[in-house]
């Protein structure tokens, strides 16, 4: 293709205004021209967002991550402890790792809240989740979890990228990666983020690592405009931004053909040219007035505590029931993070998210999709049995035990599965650790973790990156049983 001299490829995009699709190429010129070293000829193989095929046949399809940050409150919530009960302000005489040693005590707390039993299987859940407490016939809760890592952002980073270390894929990008998606027009990976702000460690929950740009989370805002630069200018939109993004495609393949093997580069292209086929897609799965007042009214949002997280869990559902692979729902940094005043703390939370995740498991299931969209709800750690802080009572870190809970998409419902010890403070019985938990997922997903890689320097990168990681089948449903 020809330039005229006063007129180059950077002359002619740096000088357009089309909106989305015009930003994104404007970005990728610049960092090109910054002159970044070319990356070696890994693999012969392009990205994209296409949806692949399995190992083996998948049970679940769609995943949605409601990730509560900060550690959630096991003990007060998931786990009735009759004997941490007795010993209800005695000492506890077992070795604690602690965040907070300065407000420290060694004086056993028992929860404030009564459990009572729900649902046919007859779990036992806190008061402070009488919504969950309709759908536990649909949920497995685990409660034994465990990372080991006691800082939120290193068990942030084992839960969502497999290590404690910074920098590694996400589990939605290795989704995206591994799967592709149903829907060309919309992202795999898709991130709701809270309007307080970002979680902890940020834009590394979702960050894509070493795989290529095209499979990071793409993130909507908790406002409108919840995608930011959506429209082109009215004069460009319709034929005119066709003709020029018919226009910016051909120079960017002609770009591309000069480069073999730069991977990045051509998932980069793909990225931008997703973004203009966003504008119509988007806008639609983003419109909540197609939704019914009963839809609205089961999601909490005529209650003004968690109207603004039911509405993030009803886009969710929106979203994977239009082929959207991988949505992670945040809540906002530290909202768990009750190391003092867990009376009014965690009441307020469970407020805040127990009848929108409720709703979103009973919304998924008669539209009959719950059974192949994995629910997730959970965060990072849980607490200790012990008081943090007497004069504004809370409970410190405790990422040796905790619970979380999944529904649908191949997993067993109304199951309670492991537990910690007598005052909830490590797991004992059929113990996931976070390796456990990948593989599981992968399994659910028809993925093999062993061949799940990417090539990168050095050797070839997995989720799991040897980690001795097994599926837990106790929790599958029939017909998932080891061959």
Known sequence: MHFFPDHTRRHFLAQSGFGLSSLALTHLLTQEAKGAPAKPDLEKQSFDLLPKRTPHAPQANAMISLFMQGGPS?????????????????????????????????????????????????????????????????????????????????????????????????LGSWMAYGLGTENQNMPAFVVLTDPSGLPVAGVENWTNGWLPSLYQGTVIRPKEPRILNLDPPPQFQGAVQDK???????????????????????????????????????????????????????????????????????????????????????????????????????????????????????????????????????????????????????????????????????????????????????????????FDYHATLLHLFGLDPEKLTFARPGTPGTLLDGQPGKIVWDILKRGQEKA
């Open 74 to 170: 096991h003990i007060d919530m998931f786990e009735p402890k009759p004997e941490l009960d007795r010993l209800n302000g005695q000492t506890f005489n077992g070795q604690l790792q602690l965040d907070n040693a300065a407000e420290a005590t060694s004086k056993l707390y028992a929860s404030p809240w009564k459990f009572k039993k729900h649902g046919e299987c007859g779990t036992e859940l806190s008061e402070l989740l009488p919504h969950l407490g309709k759908v536990v016939d649909d949920i497995c809760l685990i409660r034994s979890m465990h990372t080991g890592v006691n800082n939120h952002v290193q068990s942030i980073w084992a839960l969502t990228n497999g290590r404690i270390q910074q920098g590694r894929p996400s």
């Open 244 to 434: 020029f993004l018919n226009y910016v495609r051909e120079l960017n393949q002609d770009h591309l053909s000069q480069r073999p093997g730069e991977h990045d580069l051509a998932a980069r292209i793909s990225s931008y040219e997703l973004a203009a086929r966003m504008q119509t897609a988007a806008k639609e799965a983003l419109d909540l007035s197609q939704e019914t007042a009963e839809t609205k009214e089961l999601y909490g949002l005529n209650n003004p505590r968690s109207a603004e997280y039911g509405t993030r869990c009803l886009i969710a559902r929106r979203l994977v029931e239009r082929g959207v692979r991988f949505v992670q729902v945040h809540t906002g940094n530290q909202h768990w993070d009750h190391h003092g005043a867990i009376k009014t703390g965690l009441p307020q939370m469970c407020e805040v998210t127990d009848q929108p995740s409720a709703a979103l498991v009973m919304d998924l299931k008669r539209r009959g999709l719950l059974d192949t969209t994995l629910v997730h709800w959970g965060g990072e750690m849980g607490r200790l049995p012990v008081i943090q802080n007497e004069k504004n009572i809370g409970r410190d870190h405790n990422t040796f035990g905790f619970s979380m809970w999944l529904a649908g998409g191949g997993v067993k419902g109304g199951l309670a599965y492991g537990a910690t010890d007598e005052v909830g403070h490590h797991a004992v019985e059929n113990v996931v650790n976070h």
